[in-house]
């Protein structure tokens, strides 16, 4: 069995996957994100993230951060839209710490009122360090105006402004009301059984009380196409164009991924890498990504590029897109396209912390946590047809909104 689960009496799932190495890898990925603030807590979801290495109980923030990197383990958290994850990478001979580690912070975190202020500072240092990238902003920039009105649109680090009005009381009432037990999955890689897990799993979470949480998230409204551009005192320009989506559980999800991939994927042969950097040689960074939510998503084309290359440019990826639209695979390129995928996938399959993160996703999106074998049997039955039908769909000229900065 490639995945073995099992659930504590509380809700708390654990997913566990068994390989042969002297490093083992876990963590705790939690069904929460900026997604599920209320407006008054813009950022408090990343924040939260900050604050949990800041002191417990019976750690202060010195004794977490070293109880690991002491022994050449590791301890790190991320925050996105709709999930937060805190995960360690240890020696296999230290796996218990590992589990106490996470379980501490997460669960008995103290928040000390001049940690508080201290990390605000920090926090914003990350904003300011953030919007000096413009290939990161204009990301940002892009899902506020898709996701109008939404807290889906809103940046996942905050602003300085919300972040100096938290205080100790705000952030445990975030934690009271989002981190419950029914919306956490623990998982785990690494050369030990499911019954180590189980024992641990025993140890430091069976004790926690059950609980279910009473957020729901807010149904989103129709957006309305834009074209907006910014002027900007960078060396280059960014493009940004894109369309909604479905949501990470729709049937036509795996073929939306092979459809990326083809087109803008992370090798040097997607078409629009070999359309606008090696034939025209007008762009070094291009990139297609589809990022898919619980009830939506969004697709998008970025690229960078002199600023008077912009129009050129543009041109080259509507003919690009064009292509897909008008043109079905034929078997050879649908074949080749599905290879490179599963060969992707397979590669990355090797990094056992991307996969004990993903197996935690998994479970809590779907239920389950697919296969290898799965997933390469739903990959092999995309059809041409299914392609095209998307490109048709997701890259609508008409559906296609666009933000440039130069």
Known sequence: MEFETFTLSNGLRFVHKRVKSAVAYCGLTVNVGTRDELEHEHGMAHFLEHMFFKGTKK???????SLLESRGGDLNAFT??????????VLRGDLSKAFDIISDIVFNPTFPPAELEKEKAVVCDEINLYLDNPSDTIFDEFEKMMFPASSLGRSILGSASSLYSFSQQGVQSFVNRCYTTDRMVFSSVGSFGVERVARLAAKYFAHLPGSVAQIRREPLSGYSVFGKECRKSTHQAHCLLGNRAFDYAHDSRFALHLLVNLLGGPSQNSR??????ETHGLAYGVEVASTLYSDCGVTTV?????????????????????????????????????????????????????TMLNMGKSLLAYGKVNSSKEIEERIRAVTAEQVQELACEIFNPKKMSSLIYR
């Open 59 to 65: 750690r202060s923030s010195l004794r977490i951060s």
């Open 80 to 89: 996105t839209k709709e999930e937060t994850a805190v995960h360690a990478v």
């Open 272 to 277: 629009l890498s070999l359309a606008l950097r």
């Open 302 to 354: 970025y690229f960078g590029t002199e600023k008077n290359s912009v129009e050129k440019c543009l041109r080259v990826v509507d003919e690009e897109l064009e292509k897909l639209r008008s043109d079905k695979l034929t078997p050879a390129q649908l074949r080749l396209a599905k290879r490179q995928m599963l060969g992707q996938i397979l590669i990355g399959s090797e990094s056992n912390e991307h």
